[in-house]
């Protein structure tokens, strides 16, 4: 099991009458949220209180509901569960603040962005919309986990240099937020953490401050070490001028007793390493990659057992994550895999059989991906689609031409 630690902070800017930012932290419900109100004369406020609100009680409900489906809600069908419920959590947020709207001339104007985290499990939901940001610092390593929703993206995907870009009025404006008139929907990350991980949300009055790498090591080696984030904020108001808050988390390993079950070592970084070294993942960034180490469950097999069989029906791909298989074609034995290496990707893209046998060698620990999950997952983000099947798309040419050498060799 892991332990979090947690602390949140928030600071009012010294450009501001009153701190439209709302800031939510409930370690037992696994709920964390942030919502940074932008619209000036209190409405900002009103809608970050609102949307905060609405998020909690609706993750809450969700909760108590998951823990009384616990048995049917494993694996993969239990983060894709909570990716619906999170999807459905923010479209009834953002209904609930037009329909204040519609009797309430206050909430006209009022408008905030937002990112929420929702543990349930050994996974965790992040919901975003607007321009705070979400970061994990792993394995001495740190990650933006979040983009920014924002008139910069949209320059620069119109083809502006990023130097002239930063320097357009529109650069800071949002182009998705919580608003009577404004919304899109928002961006979903599944995570998984482990021991020893670092996450901090925060607004942009934060981050904004934190622009040199020597500030932000200096802020990084702070959080990791537990040390206290007041004085952080209040810098980081006082340098922005904005509201400036921040919710930080830290990730310990709780002792476990000798009869917990484990999946053997596979942690979240050991997934996404080991996903990284598919030649299918080649073209996606770390997000993306994490994105599909989440949906990969762990199947362990004895020596000796059979893990696919040659002519059968197949759905899913596998990559060896300890231990080594046996591929076998007709009784005749075509390759051994080892740790890292992958097979039955074609099972992914089409409905065929099985055109080989896979055999144990050794106690083997597989991460298994089917193709019911892996469209889940496209439908949230079609780029992944793009990027995924590019590269299976080149592993697949590539194999022909390993074939056609071997093939003319042999003659």
């Known amino acids: 099991m892991i332990k979090i630690k947690a602390q949140a902070q ?10 439209d930012d709302t800031v939510f932290l ?62 459905n959590t923010f479209a009834d947020a953002q209904s609930n603040l037009r329909s204040l709207a519609k009797v309430n001339d206050q909430y006209k104007a009022a ?18 919309i607007g321009d705070s940001r979400a970061y994990l610092f792993r394995a001495g390593k740190l990650y933006q986990l979040t983009k920014d929703h924002c008139g910069l993206d949209e320059l620069i995907k119109m083809g502006m240099p990023v130097e002239t870009a930063l320097k357009s009025p529109l650069a800071r404006s949002l182009t998705r937020a919580f608003g009577n008139s404004q919304f899109n929907q928002p961006d979903l990350l599944k995570i998984e953490f482990e021991p020893k991980d670092t996450l901090f949300l925060c607004t942009d009055g934060v981050y904004t401050s934190l622009s040199t790498p020597q500030i932000m090591t200096d802020f990084v080696h702070d959080l990791i070490t537990s ?16 509201d400036s808050t921040l919710i ?10 000798e009869s917990e ?4 070592g596979i942690h979240a970084s050991d997934r996404i390493q080991l996903v990284k070294l598919t030649p299918l993942s080649k073209y996606m960034d770390y997000v993306q990659q994490s994105q599909i ?5 762990i199947e362990k097999y004895k020596a000796g057992d059979t893990v696919i069989k040659e002519g059968d029906d197949g759905d899913c791909m596998y990559v060896i994550a300890k231990g080594s298989l046996v591929i076998q074609s007709k009784g005749k034995i075509l390759k051994e895999d080892k740790t890292g290496e992958f097979f039955g990707e074609i099972a992914l893209v089409q409905n065929s059989k099985r055109t080989a ?46 074939l056609s050498a071997q093939v003319i060799g042999a003659k």
């Open 261 to 264: 079950v484990t999946d053997i």
């Open 293 to 297: 180490a989440a949906i990969c469950e």
């Open 357 to 402: 046998t896979a055999i144990a060698k050794e106690d083997s620990i597989l991460l298994s991906l089917s193709r019911s999950d892996l469209e889940e997952v496209f439908k949230k983000d079609p780029l992944i689609e793009t990027r995924f099947y590019r590269a299976m798309l080149e592993s697949v040419l590539d194999r022909v031409v390993d």
């Open 26 to 87: 409930n370690e037992n419900e696994g709920i964390y949220i942030i919502c940074d109100g932008v619209s000036e004369g209190g409405q900002g406020k009103l809608a970050s209180t609102l949307i905060t609100q609405i998020i909690q009680e609706k993750l809450i409900i969700a909760n108590a509901d998951f823990k009384e489906r616990d048995s049917e809600l494993s694996g993969t069908k239990r983060l894709l569960a909570m990716q619906e419920v999170m999807q």
């Open 248 to 257: 930080h988390l830290n990730f310990e390993q709780e002792a476990r007793s």
């Open 111 to 128: 408008a905030t962005t937002c990112i929420a985290l929702w543990f349930n499990g050994r996974f965790a939901i992040l919901g975003h």
């Open 227 to 242: 040390a206290p984030i007041k004085p952080w904020i209040e810098r980081c108001a006082k340098m922005s001028g904005d």
């Open 10 to 19: 928030s600071q009012m800017g010294v450009k501001h009458l009153q701190n």
